[in-house]
Protein backbone atom coordinates (compact mmCIF):
# COMPACT_ATOMS: atom_id res chain seq x y z
CA UNK A 1 0.00 0.00 0.00
CA UNK A 2 2.57 2.41 0.59
CA UNK A 3 4.44 1.96 -2.26
CA UNK A 4 1.18 2.47 -4.11
CA UNK A 5 1.13 6.29 -1.93
CA UNK A 6 4.01 7.00 -2.91
CA UNK A 7 3.53 6.23 -6.90
CA UNK A 8 0.87 8.25 -7.30
CA UNK A 9 2.63 11.18 -5.29
CA UNK A 10 5.57 11.04 -7.74
CA UNK A 11 2.76 11.28 -10.60
CA UNK A 12 1.42 14.49 -9.31
CA UNK A 13 -1.61 13.49 -6.64
CA UNK A 14 -1.14 14.96 -3.47
CA UNK A 15 -0.51 12.74 -0.34
CA UNK A 16 -4.11 13.36 0.96
CA UNK A 17 -5.83 12.03 -1.90
CA UNK A 18 -3.10 8.94 -2.42
CA UNK A 19 -3.27 7.98 1.12
CA UNK A 20 -7.84 8.52 0.88
CA UNK A 21 -7.59 6.14 -2.48
CA UNK A 22 -5.52 3.92 -0.68
CA UNK A 23 -7.25 3.45 2.66
CA UNK A 24 -10.37 2.78 0.18
CA UNK A 25 -8.61 0.15 -1.47
CA UNK A 26 -7.54 -1.24 1.30
CA UNK A 27 -10.02 -1.14 3.59
CA UNK A 28 -10.13 -4.89 4.88
CA UNK A 29 -6.52 -4.06 6.13
CA UNK A 30 -6.26 -4.43 9.59
CA UNK A 31 -6.07 -0.63 11.42
CA UNK A 32 -2.83 -1.20 12.32
CA UNK A 33 -1.41 -2.44 9.19
CA UNK A 34 -2.91 0.76 7.43
CA UNK A 35 -1.29 2.47 9.63
CA UNK A 36 2.52 1.59 9.20
CA UNK A 37 1.83 1.50 5.62
CA UNK A 38 1.10 5.29 6.29
CA UNK A 39 4.19 5.71 8.08
CA UNK A 40 6.23 4.25 5.55
CA UNK A 41 4.82 6.22 2.44
CA UNK A 42 5.70 9.38 4.73
CA UNK A 43 9.04 8.17 5.56
CA UNK A 44 9.74 7.71 2.16
CA UNK A 45 8.44 11.07 0.96
CA UNK A 46 10.20 12.58 3.21
CA UNK A 47 13.83 11.01 2.21
CA UNK A 48 12.85 11.59 -1.12
CA UNK A 49 15.72 13.37 -2.96
CA UNK A 50 17.65 10.49 -1.28
CA UNK A 51 16.01 7.03 -1.80
CA UNK A 52 14.90 7.82 -5.48
CA UNK A 53 18.37 8.60 -6.52
CA UNK A 54 19.68 5.21 -4.42
CA UNK A 55 16.95 3.89 -6.69
CA UNK A 56 17.92 5.36 -9.59
CA UNK A 57 21.56 4.00 -9.62
CA UNK A 58 20.55 0.53 -8.77
CA UNK A 59 19.03 -0.15 -12.03
CA UNK A 60 20.48 -0.13 -15.48
CA UNK A 61 17.41 0.91 -17.23
CA UNK A 62 13.94 2.84 -15.40
CA UNK A 63 11.52 -0.26 -14.42
CA UNK A 64 8.16 1.30 -14.22
CA UNK A 65 6.85 3.65 -12.10
CA UNK A 66 5.07 1.55 -9.39
CA UNK A 67 7.96 -0.80 -9.10
CA UNK A 68 10.19 2.39 -8.50
CA UNK A 69 8.03 3.28 -5.99
CA UNK A 70 8.09 0.33 -3.88
CA UNK A 71 11.75 -0.07 -3.82
CA UNK A 72 12.16 3.34 -2.67
CA UNK A 73 9.95 2.46 -0.52
CA UNK A 74 11.96 -0.70 0.56
CA UNK A 75 15.02 1.09 0.83
CA UNK A 76 13.44 3.51 3.22
CA UNK A 77 12.15 0.45 5.27
CA UNK A 78 15.77 -1.57 5.02
CA UNK A 79 17.30 1.94 6.55
CA UNK A 80 14.70 2.15 9.14
CA UNK A 81 16.10 -1.37 10.36
CA UNK A 82 12.79 -1.86 12.36
CA UNK A 83 12.27 -4.99 10.90
CA UNK A 84 14.99 -8.23 9.68
CA UNK A 85 16.21 -7.08 6.19
CA UNK A 86 14.93 -10.84 4.74
CA UNK A 87 11.23 -9.87 5.81
CA UNK A 88 11.29 -6.52 3.90
CA UNK A 89 12.86 -7.64 0.77
CA UNK A 90 10.53 -10.90 0.86
CA UNK A 91 7.34 -9.01 1.11
CA UNK A 92 8.51 -6.13 -1.55
CA UNK A 93 9.07 -9.20 -3.72
CA UNK A 94 5.89 -10.39 -2.81
CA UNK A 95 4.27 -7.54 -3.68
CA UNK A 96 6.10 -6.95 -6.60
CA UNK A 97 4.51 -9.83 -8.27
CA UNK A 98 1.27 -8.37 -7.67
CA UNK A 99 2.29 -5.13 -8.75
CA UNK A 100 3.40 -6.22 -12.10
CA UNK A 101 3.89 -9.76 -12.36
CA UNK A 102 6.13 -13.00 -11.86
CA UNK A 103 8.62 -11.20 -13.57
CA UNK A 104 9.35 -8.53 -11.71
CA UNK A 105 9.64 -10.19 -8.62
CA UNK A 106 13.62 -10.96 -9.95
CA UNK A 107 14.27 -7.27 -10.59
CA UNK A 108 12.92 -6.07 -7.09
CA UNK A 109 15.04 -8.77 -5.65
CA UNK A 110 18.44 -8.03 -7.34
CA UNK A 111 18.34 -4.14 -6.58
CA UNK A 112 17.17 -5.11 -3.43
CA UNK A 113 20.04 -7.16 -2.22
CA UNK A 114 22.62 -5.27 -4.12
CA UNK A 115 21.86 -2.40 -2.07
CA UNK A 116 22.21 -4.25 1.17
CA UNK A 117 25.90 -5.10 0.08
CA UNK A 118 26.76 -2.00 -1.50
CA UNK A 119 24.80 0.24 1.13
CA UNK A 120 27.91 2.32 2.36
CA UNK A 121 28.60 3.35 -0.88
CA UNK A 122 25.49 4.10 -2.43
CA UNK A 123 24.07 6.23 0.32
CA UNK A 124 27.79 8.09 -0.19
CA UNK A 125 27.21 8.53 -3.34
CA UNK A 126 23.48 9.88 -3.00
CA UNK A 127 24.30 12.39 0.25
CA UNK A 128 26.95 14.18 -1.99
CA UNK A 129 24.41 15.49 -4.19
CA UNK A 130 22.54 18.80 -2.66
CA UNK A 131 19.18 17.12 -3.65
CA UNK A 132 20.07 14.14 -1.46
CA UNK A 133 21.74 15.70 1.65
CA UNK A 134 18.80 17.60 2.01
CA UNK A 135 16.18 15.82 0.93
CA UNK A 136 14.31 18.93 -1.09
CA UNK A 137 14.40 19.62 -5.01
CA UNK A 138 17.40 22.17 -6.05
CA UNK A 139 15.88 25.06 -6.70
CA UNK A 140 13.32 24.55 -2.97
CA UNK A 141 17.59 24.57 -1.82
CA UNK A 142 18.79 27.32 -4.08
CA UNK A 143 15.51 29.70 -2.82
CA UNK A 144 16.20 29.32 0.67
CA UNK A 145 20.02 29.41 0.69
CA UNK A 146 19.54 33.11 -0.94
CA UNK A 147 17.10 34.26 1.19
CA UNK A 148 18.13 32.88 4.52
CA UNK A 149 22.53 32.50 4.24
CA UNK A 150 22.18 31.76 8.04
CA UNK A 151 19.08 29.27 8.39
CA UNK A 152 18.32 27.68 5.31
CA UNK A 153 20.96 24.25 6.12
CA UNK A 154 17.57 24.12 9.61
CA UNK A 155 15.07 25.30 7.64
CA UNK A 156 15.45 21.96 5.46
CA UNK A 157 16.60 19.79 8.37
CA UNK A 158 13.67 20.96 10.45
CA UNK A 159 11.06 19.74 7.19
CA UNK A 160 12.34 16.57 7.29
CA UNK A 161 11.36 15.50 11.17
CA UNK A 162 8.31 14.43 12.31
CA UNK A 163 6.15 17.07 13.45
CA UNK A 164 4.89 17.33 17.28
CA UNK A 165 0.91 17.14 17.85
CA UNK A 166 -0.13 20.43 19.45
CA UNK A 167 -3.21 20.83 21.18
CA UNK A 168 -5.04 24.71 21.36
CA UNK A 169 -7.54 24.05 24.44
CA UNK A 170 -10.84 25.86 23.97
CA UNK A 171 -10.79 28.63 26.52
CA UNK A 172 -15.04 28.44 26.51
CA UNK A 173 -14.84 25.07 27.87
CA UNK A 174 -11.87 24.27 30.09
CA UNK A 175 -8.29 26.05 30.94
CA UNK A 176 -5.06 25.25 29.51
CA UNK A 177 -4.14 24.09 33.40
CA UNK A 178 -7.30 21.85 33.75
CA UNK A 179 -6.56 20.38 30.59
CA UNK A 180 -3.05 19.71 31.68
CA UNK A 181 -4.31 18.04 34.63
CA UNK A 182 -6.56 15.99 32.50
CA UNK A 183 -3.68 14.88 30.41
CA UNK A 184 -1.76 13.76 33.47
CA UNK A 185 -4.58 11.67 34.47
CA UNK A 186 -4.64 9.61 31.58
CA UNK A 187 -0.87 8.96 31.80
CA UNK A 188 -0.27 11.64 28.69
CA UNK A 189 3.26 13.90 28.67
CA UNK A 190 2.48 16.77 28.01
CA UNK A 191 3.61 20.61 28.46
CA UNK A 192 2.17 24.07 27.83
CA UNK A 193 3.40 26.29 24.60
CA UNK A 194 2.14 29.61 24.07
CA UNK A 195 -0.98 30.91 25.57
CA UNK A 196 -3.91 28.16 24.64
CA UNK A 197 -1.29 25.78 23.69
CA UNK A 198 -0.41 22.23 25.08
CA UNK A 199 2.70 19.95 22.70
CA UNK A 200 2.00 16.38 23.23
CA UNK A 201 5.51 14.35 24.09
CA UNK A 202 3.79 11.51 21.45
CA UNK A 203 1.45 12.06 18.93
CA UNK A 204 -1.73 10.30 19.58
CA UNK A 205 -5.08 9.42 17.62
CA UNK A 206 -7.47 12.28 18.06
CA UNK A 207 -9.87 9.75 19.02
CA UNK A 208 -7.75 8.76 21.98
CA UNK A 209 -7.89 12.63 23.39
CA UNK A 210 -9.63 13.32 26.55
CA UNK A 211 -12.61 15.71 25.78
CA UNK A 212 -11.88 15.78 21.93
CA UNK A 213 -15.16 14.97 20.56
CA UNK A 214 -16.49 17.31 23.62
CA UNK A 215 -15.20 20.10 22.31
CA UNK A 216 -12.26 20.34 24.93
CA UNK A 217 -9.21 20.55 22.38
CA UNK A 218 -8.46 21.01 18.49
CA UNK A 219 -5.07 20.13 16.85
CA UNK A 220 -3.42 22.87 16.18
CA UNK A 221 0.25 23.66 15.43
CA UNK A 222 1.30 26.52 18.02
CA UNK A 223 3.27 28.60 14.81
CA UNK A 224 -0.78 29.12 13.42
CA UNK A 225 -1.95 29.77 17.34
CA UNK A 226 -0.01 33.25 17.14
CA UNK A 227 -2.85 34.61 14.68
CA UNK A 228 -5.97 35.00 16.78
CA UNK A 229 -3.90 36.84 19.00
CA UNK A 230 -2.19 39.18 16.82
CA UNK A 231 -5.54 39.76 15.06
CA UNK A 232 -6.81 41.33 18.48
CA UNK A 233 -10.15 40.82 17.72
CA UNK A 234 -11.89 42.39 20.67
CA UNK A 235 -15.46 42.26 22.17
CA UNK A 236 -18.25 43.25 19.79
CA UNK A 237 -16.14 43.27 16.91
CA UNK A 238 -16.91 42.12 13.22
CA UNK A 239 -14.35 40.20 12.05
CA UNK A 240 -14.02 38.71 8.38
CA UNK A 241 -11.72 35.07 8.43
CA UNK A 242 -11.37 34.99 4.52
CA UNK A 243 -9.83 31.66 3.07
CA UNK A 244 -11.31 30.25 6.41
CA UNK A 245 -11.45 26.53 5.94
CA UNK A 246 -11.39 24.32 7.39
CA UNK A 247 -11.80 26.64 10.31
CA UNK A 248 -9.00 26.35 12.77
CA UNK A 249 -8.49 30.36 12.86
CA UNK A 250 -11.70 30.66 12.75
CA UNK A 251 -12.53 28.76 16.32
CA UNK A 252 -9.76 30.46 17.92
CA UNK A 253 -10.94 34.02 17.13
CA UNK A 254 -14.16 32.61 18.18
CA UNK A 255 -12.86 31.10 21.54
CA UNK A 256 -11.16 34.22 23.01
CA UNK A 257 -13.82 36.90 22.20
CA UNK A 258 -17.78 37.45 21.61
CA UNK A 259 -17.22 38.71 18.13
CA UNK A 260 -19.26 38.33 14.81
CA UNK A 261 -17.56 36.16 12.76
CA UNK A 262 -17.80 35.77 9.06
CA UNK A 263 -15.87 32.76 7.67
CA UNK A 264 -15.34 32.48 4.08
CA UNK A 265 -13.63 29.81 1.51
CA UNK A 266 -14.07 29.11 -1.80
CA UNK A 267 -13.94 25.26 -1.65
CA UNK A 268 -17.48 24.18 -0.69
CA UNK A 269 -16.05 20.55 0.67
CA UNK A 270 -13.56 22.63 2.76
CA UNK A 271 -16.19 24.61 4.09
CA UNK A 272 -18.37 21.89 5.23
CA UNK A 273 -15.37 21.40 7.47
CA UNK A 274 -15.69 24.83 9.11
CA UNK A 275 -19.39 24.16 10.03
CA UNK A 276 -18.21 20.30 11.69
CA UNK A 277 -15.17 21.88 13.43
CA UNK A 278 -17.10 24.76 14.68
CA UNK A 279 -20.18 22.58 15.53
CA UNK A 280 -17.41 20.30 17.42
CA UNK A 281 -16.23 23.30 19.51
CA UNK A 282 -19.89 25.09 20.26
CA UNK A 283 -19.07 28.15 18.29
CA UNK A 284 -20.73 29.84 15.78
CA UNK A 285 -20.37 31.65 12.88
CA UNK A 286 -21.87 32.90 9.52
CA UNK A 287 -20.14 30.68 6.80
CA UNK A 288 -20.33 31.29 3.54
CA UNK A 289 -18.63 30.04 0.38
CA UNK A 290 -17.53 32.66 -1.83
CA UNK A 291 -14.35 34.18 -3.74
CA UNK A 292 -12.24 36.03 -1.09
CA UNK A 293 -11.35 38.41 -4.55
CA UNK A 294 -14.97 39.71 -4.76
CA UNK A 295 -16.32 39.71 -1.23
CA UNK A 296 -18.99 42.12 -2.95
CA UNK A 297 -20.75 38.77 -4.04
CA UNK A 298 -21.43 37.18 -0.82
CA UNK A 299 -21.13 40.52 1.87
CA UNK A 300 -22.83 43.71 -0.11
CA UNK A 301 -21.09 46.41 1.21
CA UNK A 302 -20.27 45.41 4.78
CA UNK A 303 -16.95 46.76 6.16
CA UNK A 304 -15.16 44.73 8.90
CA UNK A 305 -12.69 45.87 12.42
CA UNK A 306 -10.47 42.96 11.94
CA UNK A 307 -9.95 41.17 8.33
CA UNK A 308 -7.59 37.59 8.59
CA UNK A 309 -6.73 37.01 5.49
CA UNK A 310 -4.89 33.46 5.48
CA UNK A 311 -3.85 33.28 1.93
CA UNK A 312 -3.28 30.20 -0.15
CA UNK A 313 0.68 29.62 -0.45
CA UNK A 314 3.40 27.28 -1.61
CA UNK A 315 2.83 25.78 2.33
CA UNK A 316 7.00 25.92 2.19
CA UNK A 317 6.95 26.00 6.12
CA UNK A 318 4.77 23.04 6.81
CA UNK A 319 6.63 20.12 4.56
CA UNK A 320 7.26 18.19 7.87
CA UNK A 321 3.42 17.80 7.98
CA UNK A 322 3.35 17.54 4.02
CA UNK A 323 6.37 15.44 2.33
CA UNK A 324 4.58 15.37 -0.49
CA UNK A 325 4.84 19.17 -1.00
CA UNK A 326 8.52 19.59 -1.85
CA UNK A 327 7.73 17.37 -4.43
CA UNK A 328 4.87 18.31 -5.96
CA UNK A 329 5.67 22.31 -6.03
CA UNK A 330 7.02 23.61 -8.82
CA UNK A 331 9.15 27.03 -9.12
CA UNK A 332 6.94 29.02 -10.82
CA UNK A 333 3.78 28.22 -7.94
CA UNK A 334 5.79 30.72 -5.85
CA UNK A 335 5.06 33.58 -8.35
CA UNK A 336 1.20 32.09 -8.87
CA UNK A 337 0.09 32.08 -5.60
CA UNK A 338 2.11 35.69 -5.15
CA UNK A 339 -0.48 36.75 -7.30
CA UNK A 340 -3.46 35.46 -6.08
CA UNK A 341 -2.17 36.37 -2.42
CA UNK A 342 -2.28 40.26 -4.26
CA UNK A 343 -5.31 39.96 -5.60
CA UNK A 344 -6.94 39.09 -2.47
CA UNK A 345 -4.91 41.25 -0.15
CA UNK A 346 -6.11 44.63 -2.99
CA UNK A 347 -9.57 43.37 -2.65
CA UNK A 348 -10.00 42.67 1.17
CA UNK A 349 -8.00 46.00 2.08
CA UNK A 350 -11.15 47.77 0.62
CA UNK A 351 -13.58 45.85 3.10
CA UNK A 352 -11.57 47.52 6.56
CA UNK A 353 -13.31 50.44 8.44
CA UNK A 354 -10.90 53.32 8.74
CA UNK A 355 -8.60 52.40 11.80
CA UNK A 356 -9.43 48.56 11.36
CA UNK A 357 -6.56 45.73 10.95
CA UNK A 358 -5.63 43.07 8.72
CA UNK A 359 -3.31 40.33 9.92
CA UNK A 360 -1.77 38.67 6.58
CA UNK A 361 -0.10 35.48 7.16
CA UNK A 362 0.83 32.43 5.18
CA UNK A 363 2.34 29.18 5.85
CA UNK A 364 5.67 29.88 3.71
CA UNK A 365 9.07 31.06 4.26
CA UNK A 366 9.15 32.07 0.21
CA UNK A 367 10.09 35.62 0.70
CA UNK A 368 8.02 36.19 -2.63
CA UNK A 369 5.02 35.67 -0.66
CA UNK A 370 5.78 37.25 2.50
CA UNK A 371 8.09 40.26 3.69
CA UNK A 372 8.08 41.32 -0.51
CA UNK A 373 4.81 40.91 -1.06
CA UNK A 374 3.93 43.19 2.05
CA UNK A 375 6.60 45.90 1.55
CA UNK A 376 4.76 45.96 -2.48
CA UNK A 377 1.25 45.96 -0.83
CA UNK A 378 2.46 49.24 1.58
CA UNK A 379 4.29 51.14 -1.57
CA UNK A 380 0.68 51.08 -3.20
CA UNK A 381 -1.22 52.56 0.35
CA UNK A 382 0.33 54.94 1.91
CA UNK A 383 -2.91 55.10 4.18
CA UNK A 384 -1.61 51.51 5.45
CA UNK A 385 0.85 51.00 7.96
CA UNK A 386 2.39 48.06 9.19
CA UNK A 387 1.97 47.33 12.92
CA UNK A 388 5.04 45.89 14.96
CA UNK A 389 4.52 41.98 16.12
CA UNK A 390 6.07 40.91 19.19
CA UNK A 391 7.14 37.37 17.93
CA UNK A 392 8.67 37.25 15.96
CA UNK A 393 9.88 40.85 14.92
CA UNK A 394 10.09 40.43 11.43
CA UNK A 395 6.92 38.76 11.24
CA UNK A 396 8.99 35.13 9.60
CA UNK A 397 8.43 32.29 12.15
CA UNK A 398 10.92 29.67 10.82
CA UNK A 399 9.79 26.26 10.64
CA UNK A 400 11.37 24.87 13.72
CA UNK A 401 11.12 22.16 16.68
CA UNK A 402 7.82 23.24 18.67
CA UNK A 403 5.98 25.22 15.64
CA UNK A 404 5.99 24.89 11.57
CA UNK A 405 7.04 28.10 9.76
CA UNK A 406 4.39 31.10 9.21
CA UNK A 407 4.27 34.91 8.19
CA UNK A 408 2.34 37.49 9.60
CA UNK A 409 2.11 40.72 8.81
CA UNK A 410 -0.18 43.07 10.62
CA UNK A 411 -1.59 46.02 8.84
CA UNK A 412 -3.56 49.12 9.19
CA UNK A 413 -5.48 51.59 7.80
CA UNK A 414 -4.85 54.67 9.04
CA UNK A 415 -8.29 56.61 10.41
CA UNK A 416 -9.83 58.66 7.30
CA UNK A 417 -8.98 62.24 8.24
C1 LIG B 1 -4.15 28.34 4.26
S1 LIG B 1 -5.71 27.71 3.91
C2 LIG B 1 -6.66 28.38 5.24
C3 LIG B 1 -6.51 27.69 6.58
C4 LIG B 1 -7.48 28.20 7.62
N1 LIG B 1 -7.40 29.64 7.78
C5 LIG B 1 -7.31 27.54 8.97
O1 LIG B 1 -6.61 28.09 9.82
O2 LIG B 1 -7.91 26.47 9.19
C6 LIG B 1 -6.19 28.70 2.56
C7 LIG B 1 -7.64 28.55 2.15
O3 LIG B 1 -7.91 29.53 1.15
C8 LIG B 1 -8.96 29.06 0.35
N2 LIG B 1 -8.99 29.92 -0.85
C9 LIG B 1 -8.14 29.95 -1.91
N3 LIG B 1 -8.49 30.92 -2.79
C10 LIG B 1 -9.59 31.53 -2.27
C11 LIG B 1 -10.44 32.59 -2.71
N4 LIG B 1 -10.22 33.25 -3.87
N5 LIG B 1 -11.49 32.93 -1.95
C12 LIG B 1 -11.75 32.27 -0.78
N6 LIG B 1 -10.99 31.26 -0.32
C13 LIG B 1 -9.92 30.90 -1.04
C14 LIG B 1 -8.60 27.61 0.14
O4 LIG B 1 -9.72 26.84 -0.22
C15 LIG B 1 -8.04 27.23 1.52
O5 LIG B 1 -9.03 26.61 2.30
Redesign the pocket.
Given at each position: MASGVVAQVAGGASLNAALADAFRAHRDLAAALRGAAQDLAYATLRDYGFVDRIADSLATRPPQPEIRALVMAAITALRAGRRGDHTIVDQAVEAAASLAGERSKGFVNAVLRRFLREREALERAAAATETGRHRHPQWWIDRLRSAYPGDWESILATANTHPPMTLRVNRRRTTRDAYMMRLAAAALEARVLGEDGVLLARPIPVEALPGFREGEVSVQDAG?QLAASLLGAAHGMQVL?????????TAHILERADVTVTA????PA?TMRIRENLDRLGLVANVVV????RPGTWCGDTRFDRILL????TASGVVRRHPDIKWLRRVDDIARFAA?QEA?LEALWQRLVPGGRMLYAT?SVFPEENFVQVERFLSRHPEARRLAVAHPASGQLLPAQDHDGFYYALLEMWPAA
Open positions: ADACAAPGGKVDNDRGDATDAPCTLC
